[in-house]
């Protein structure tokens, strides 16, 4: 099974209109996140959801607890992606391209993206950063995500999306989106995100400019999830660069 018989793969761009991007630019920059309310709608969530147990669509299974990232586990999908993954990938991208410029210009960082997800690919691709990283994850009662980043190679686009597929109160209880920042020669803040079903979360993967008296300075980014205390919790991730 490599696509969804979904309406929201032909209208993924569409659906993107109706968010005030100069809003979430203003959000990003003042505060690394921010939030897309509804982009998918529960029956699309249930989909994605349930394409977890296909094993024949994803490249790879990581169990947390292996490797000290947490409790629960997800898996990345293998090219060619669902149809929904896919077009939400590549209709979200250019529109976060203006801010990912902008604060590599702010942070004094030379790379500057293009316009389009699939030259931002074939760059990738270039320095071997071949496998696909969209992921699904999955966790029950008990789980969390440590903090941490997802860098994988030398080419990073610094913002991604996680979109939470089950509802919170229903389908599980705590599991709240963490997200954590530390600026230099101060304690750490972190943010814990509102996410209902169906709502999308954009924010930093690695690093954001902060403007200070002597101009912008750079400050490092974390996210995971609490501990859930029951319940089953999905969410979609999309990160737009490849990994090694």
């Known amino acids: 099974m490599n696509a969804m018989p979904d309406a929201m793969t032909d209208d993924a761009a569409a659906r993107l209109q ?22 998918l709608s529960p029956r699309e969530c249930l989909d994605l959801a349930s394409l977890y147990a296909d094993e024949a669509i994803f490249r790879s299974r990581v169990v947390m607890g292996r490797h000290g990232f947490g409790r629960g586990e997800y898996q990345y999908f ?46 990738c691709h270039g320095a071997g950063q071949r496998r696909p990283t969209p992921l699904l994850l999955q966790y029950g009662a008990g789980d969390y995500n440590c903090l941490h980043q997802d860098l994988y190679g030398e080419h990073v686009f610094p913002l991604q999306v996680a979109i939470l597929l089950s ?3 229903r389908d599980f209880s705590g599991g709240e989106f963490v997200l954590t920042e530390q600026r230099p020669r101060m304690q750490s803040r972190a943010d814990v995100v509102p996410l209902r079903q169906g709502d999308a979360v954009v924010f930093a993967v690695h690093q954001r400019p902060v403007r200070g008296t002597r101009g912008s300075y750079r400050v490092n ?19 737009f660069h490849d990994a090694t």
Do not use: C
Not at 29 to 38: I, K, V
Not at 229 to 234: A, I, K, M, V
């Open 18 to 39: 109706v968010f005030d991007w100069a809003d979430v630019a203003d959000d990003l920059d003042a505060q690394g996140f921010a939030m897309l309310e509804a982009l």
């Open 78 to 123: 293998a090219y060619p992606l669902p149809d929904t993954v896919a077009s939400l990938r590549g209709a979200i991208y250019p529109r976060l391209v203006p801010v990912a410029n902008r604060w590599n210009a702010a942070m004094g960082i030379d790379v500057r993206y293009p316009d389009s997800h699939a030259a931002f690919l074939a760059r």
């Open 167 to 169: 509802e919170p109160g």
């Open 221 to 239: 980014l974390r996210h995971g999830v609490s501990r859930l205390r029951s319940g089953h919790r999905h969410t979609l991730g999309i990160i």
